[in-house]
C-alpha cells in the first residue's frame, strides 16, 4: 500500500497544474485544496484518504460477508495482534507507539490510516492475549513503559518471538518465583508447548540477548522476580507437560506424541515423615487430565534426584459474566453501589434484601410496573433496548401468537427523528384493526447520522424480534404477518433479496438492515413487507391507516419523553452476529463513511 | 493434492486454497510443507526447502495443465510466470532471497508435445501487470508509482499548453486524473497469495 508521501508524489504534477487554472496559488495550504466544501474548502480527492477509505471498504465488507478474504484478513490481523503483544485489539492503540517493531504489512497501513483519522475498528469476538496470572504483565508494554531506544525495543521484540512468549508468566517458573534459565540464555523454552502459531524466527546475534537481558534486570534481581507471580486467573497460552494432583501426589507427564502417562509415588518406609522421599516409577496410560482441577507442574532431572515444583492453584476459566436485563432488577441487594451521598440520605440501617423483595412483590401486585413477559425472559440487553420499555405482556402474546396461526395478525411500525433524537413506535392489530400490543423504543445512533430511515428500520427490527421471540416461545412454524411500513426504501432493502459482493454492507444505516436479514431469515413463518401511505386520513379509514396512525404517535410521544433507562445513546450496543463495526467520535458509523 | 495454507495465530480462521481463477486468467499457488532436517546448514535449508517447494508447485502447474487439455483448453507458457517467496537470514533478520539464493526451475509439457518448455521465473522484486495494476510479491510499489506519476505527467502537458478562454474545460481534464488513476491504486489486498511462496 502507498504510504502519504508516495501519494503526496503521484498527484504533485497534477496539482501543479490545475491549482493555477483555478486561479489558486499553488502554494495554497493543502487543507483548504482538500477540505471539505462544507467547511469551505475546494473538496479535492485526497489519495492517501481514498486509498485508507478503500482499504476500509475492503475489510469490513469481506468480513461482514465472512468470505475467504474476510477470513484471510482475520488471519493477518491476529499475528499483527500477535506481534504487539497487547491486551487491547490494535485498531484501538496508537499506531505511533507500536511502530518500531511493527512489519509494515496492508493490516498495518490500515491501522496508521485509522490512528490518523481517529477511527477505530471493533471486531465481534477477537483472539486478544490475557493475562493468566495475578502480578503478570505483558512484556512489551512494560518495554514501551521504560522508553527505551527504538533499536533495543526491536531487538526485545525478535527475542520475544524466538521464545514463543508474551506475558512475564511465559518465562518463569512454574511457582511464579524465578525466570526459566532458557529464557535467560536464549533458548527454546523445551518444557512447555504453544498453543499459539508462531512466525519463524531464526538464532539472533549476541546483542540482541545482551539487551534482552538488560531488559530483564528491570523486574528481576538475578533470576529472581522482584515481584513474584501469584494464582492464575486464566488458561495461558503455554500448555505444561507435567501436572500434579496434590490429593493423592500423582503426576500426570504429556509425551511427545501427545499422548499421556500417570506416575504414582511409591515411598521407601510406611512412616510418612517430612523428610521421607517419594519415588516415581513405573509409568502407566492414561487420558489427558483435567487442567481445571490439577495443578501445572515442572520435574528437573538430576544425577541422583527429580525435583518437582508446581503451582499452588490449577487454571482458572473465567466465568461469563451475569446477564444484565433492563426490563426487571434482579440484583441481590439494591443497594450494593450506592453512590455515599446517598448511603448517608437513606441512614445506616437501609432495608435488607428481603424486605427489597417483599415490597418489589407489593409493587407488582399494586400493577405499578407488569412482570418480566415470559417470551423476552432472557432476551439479550441489544433488544431490550430495540423493544423498548413496554414489551407485549403474556396476554398480549398469546394473543398475537394465535392470530399467526390464523393469518390474521397486521403489524405496523413507524420511525420518528427531531434534530438528531430518533424513536420508533410498534403496533400489533388483528387484521379487523383490534389493538393487541403497541410500544416504543429509542434509536441509537449518532446524532448526526440519525436519519428517519434508521428510525424506520429500527421499527421493523423491533417488529421482527417480537415476532421471532413469540415464535421460538409458542414454538410456531407456520403463518402469516402483514407488516406495514410507510417507508418504500425501507422496505425494499430489507424484504427484497439483497445484492452480491461487499457493496449491501456499506449501504446506509446498514447495522439495521443486516439485523433485519439476520431475524428475517431466523424466523420460521412467512413475512410479508407492505407500503403503508403515512400521515393519510381518507374518508373510509382502513385498520393499516389506523395502526400506522398509533405507531406514529407512540414514536413521537417516546420521543418527547423516553423511559429513564431508553434515552437515546450516541453508541449504539453491538448487536448480535455484527462481526466488524467502525467507530468514529465515540460512536458507530453507521452511514456516510466517507464523509465522516 | 499441494494447496496454498494460511493460518490465523490462535488457529481459529484456517483458509486452503489451490488457486483463484478470473476469466482466462489462472493463478496456482502452495506453501511450504518441507520439514526442517537438523543436518543441515541454515543456507542448505533454504535451498532444500526451496527446492521441495518449486517441486510442489511444479506438480500442481502440470495437472492445471492436463486438466486444461483434457477440456479442450491450453496454457500458453511464455506468457506465463511463477515466483517463490524465501527468506535469508542476516543478524537474526530475514531478507527476500534471490534467485540465486534460491535456484530451481519449473518445466512443463503442453498438450501432445513430450517437450519441456521453461516457464520465465520472476524476481520477488519484479513487478507483473494484472488486472491493470503492477503487483510485487514483495508489496514494494514503485513501478506502480512511476506509471501513475507517468499518467498524471502526460495529463498535464497539453494543459500547460492551453489558452485561458479553456482553462474551464482543461482544469476538468485535470480532475479527471482523480477517476483514471485512483481505481488502479488499489490492488486487491490478498492478491499476493494467489502465487506461490513459502
Known amino acids: ?596 | 493434492m499441494p494447496l496454498a495454507t494460511f493460518q490465523s495465530a490462535c488457529s481459529r480462521q484456517i483458509v486452503k486454497m489451490t488457486g483463484i481463477t478470473f476469466v482466462d486468467d489462472s493463478s496456482l499457488s502452495v506453501t511450504s510443507t518441507y520439514t526442517p532436517n537438523a543436518t543441515l546448514s541454515a543456507t542448505e535449508q533454504v535451498r532444500a526447502e526451496a527446492s521441495h517447494t518449486i517441486q510442489l508447485l511444479s506438480n500442481l502447474a502440470q495437472h492445471w495443465e492436463r486438466l486444461l487439455f483434457s477440456t479442450g483448453g491450453a496454457i500458453n507458457l511464455q506468457k506465463s510466470h511463477w515466483y517463490i517467496m524465501t527468506w535469508n537470514w542476516l543478524n537474526g533478520k530475514a531478507h527476500l532471497a534471490t534467485a540465486a539464493d534460491a535456484p530451481g526451475s519449473i518445466s512443463l509439457t503442453t498438450g501432445d508435445n513430450t517437450y519441456r518448455d521453461i516457464i520465465p521465473r520472476l524476481a520477488p522484486t519484479d513487478s507483473f501487470r494484472t488486472l491493470g495494476v503492477y503487483l510485487s510479491p514483495s508489496g514494494t510499489q514503485g513501478r506502480q508509482i512511476q506509471i501513475l506519476w507517468g499518467h498524471a505527467d502526460s495529463y498535464i502537458i497539453p494543459t500547460w499548453q492551453t489558452q485561458p478562454s479553456h482553462r474551464r474545460r482543461q482544469s476538468f481534464r485535470i480532475l479527471s486524473i482523480c477517476t483514471h488513476t485512483l481505481p488502479t491504486l488499489y490492488p486487491a489486498p490478498c492478491s499476493l497469495k494467489l502465487t506461490a511462496d513459502t
Open chain 1, 1 to 596: 500500500m502507498l504510504s502519504q508521501a508516495n501519494c503526496r508524489y503521484i498527484k504533485a504534477p497534477a496539482l501543479a497544474a490545475l491549482l493555477p487554472k483555478l486561479h489558486i496559488n499553488r502554494h495554497a495550504p493543502r487543507v483548504v485544496v482538500f477540505g471539505g466544501k462544507i467547511f469551505g474548502g475546494l473538496g479535492l480527492k485526497d489519495y492517501f484518504i481514498d486509498q485508507g477509505y478503500q482499504q476500509l471498504r475492503y475489510l469490513v465488507g469481506h468480513i461482514k460477508l465472512n468470505d475467504d478474504v474476510g477470513q484471510q484478513f482475520l488471519i493477518l490481523l491476529s499475528y499483527v495482534q500477535l506481534l504487539t503483544r497487547t491486551s487491547t485489539s490494535v485498531f484501538h492503540q496508537p499506531y505511533q507507539l507500536f511502530k518500531p517493531w511493527t512489519e509494515h504489512t496492508w493490516v498495518s497501513t490500515l491501522w496508521e490510516f485509522c490512528t490518523a483519522l481517529k477511527l477505530s475498528i471493533t471486531f465481534e469476538d477477537p483472539w486478544l492475549p490475557t493475562l493468566s496470572r495475578t502480578h503478570n504483565i505483558f512484556l512489551m508494554e512494560e518495554a514501551l513503559r521504560l522508553h527505551l531506544a527504538t533499536h533495543i525495543l526491536q531487538d526485545i521484540n525478535q527475542c520475544l518471538i524466538f521464545l514463543q512468549v508474551i506475558t512475564l508468566s511465559d518465562i518463569t517458573t512454574v511457582d511464579g518465583r524465578y525466570l526459566l534459565p532458557e529464557a535467560i540464555q536464549g533458548l527454546p523454552i523445551q518444557d512447555r508447548l504453544n498453543n499459539l502459531t508462531w512466525p519463524h524466527q531464526q538464532h539472533l546475534p549476541p546483542r540482541s540477548w545482551t539487551h534482552w537481558r538488560t531488559f530483564l534486570q528491570f523486574f528481576c534481581t538475578g533470576n529472581r522476580l522482584r515481584t513474584p507471580l501469584g494464582a492464575w486467573i486464566n488458561m495461558p497460552h503455554q500448555r505444561w507437560r507435567w501436572y500434579y494432583n496434590s490429593a493423592d501426589s500423582l503426576l500426570y507427564h504429556q509425551l511427545s506424541d501427545d499422548t499421556w502417562e500417570v506416575l504414582a509415588p511409591t515411598y521407601t518406609s510406611t512412616r510418612r515423615t517430612r523428610h521421607s522421599r517419594a519415588q516415581y516409577r513405573a509409568p502407566t496410560p492414561c487420558p489427558p487430565p483435567s487442567f481445571h482441577q490439577f495443578f501445572p507442574a515442572s520435574v528437573t532431572t538430576s544425577s541422583n534426584f527429580v525435583m518437582i515444583t508446581h503451582s499452588n492453584s490449577s487454571f482458572k476459566v473465567p466465568s461469563p459474566p451475569p446477564p444484565t436485563t433492563l426490563w426487571v432488577t434482579p440484583s441481590p441487594s439494591p443497594f450494593l453501589h450506592t453512590p455515599i451521598f446517598f448511603q448517608r440520605l437513606i441512614g445506616p440501617n437501609p432495608p435488607s434484601k428481603e424486605s427489597c423483595s417483599a415490597v418489589a412483590e407489593a409493587i407488582v401486585q399494586a400493577s405499578l410496573i407488569g412482570p418480566s413477559p415470559s417470551p423476552f425472559l432472557h432476551t439479550p440487553i441489544f433488544f431490550q433496548r430495540l423493544i423498548g420499555p413496554n414489551p407485549p405482556s403474556e396476554e398480549s402474546c398469546s394473543a398475537i401468537a394465535e392470530a399467526i396461526v390464523q393469518a390474521s395478525l397486521i403489524a405496523c411500525s413507524d420511525g420518528s427523528c427531531n434534530s438528531g433524537i430518533g424513536s420508533h413506535g410498534w403496533v400489533f392489530a388483528s387484521v379487523r384493526g383490534t389493538i393487541i400490543s403497541s410500544g416504543a423504543g429509542p434509536v441509537d445512533g449518532h446524532p448526526s447520522l440519525m436519519s428517519s430511515y434508521r428510525s424506520e428500520a429500527s421499527g421493523i427490527a423491533a417488529t421482527l424480534c417480537i415476532i421471532l421471540k413469540i415464535c421460538h416461545h409458542y414454538e410456531i412454524t407456520r403463518g402469516l404477518v402483514l407488516c406495514y411500513c410507510d417507508s418504500k426504501g425501507v422496505l425494499n432493502n430489507i424484504y427484497k433479496k439483497c445484492q452480491r459482493g461487499i457493496t449491501p454492507f456499506l449501504n446506509t444505516d446498514y447495522d439495521l438492515v443486516h439485523l433485519c436479514h439476520t431475524l428475517l431469515a431466523d424466523i420460521p413463518i412467512e413475512i410479508r413487507g407492505e407500503w403503508v401511505k403515512g400521515h393519510h386520513y381518507p374518508r373510509q379509514m382502513e385498520p393499516k391507516y389506523e395502526i400506522n396512525h398509533l405507531a406514529d404517535a407512540n414514536a413521537i410521544k417516546f420521543s418527547s419523553s423516553p423511559a429513564p433507562s431508553f434515552t437515546p445513546r450516541k453508541l449504539p450496543l453491538s448487536y448480535p452476529g455484527f462481526r466488524v463495526q467502525l467507530h468514529c467520535d465515540n460512536s458507530i458509523i453507521t452511514s456516510n463513511l466517507y464523509q465522516t
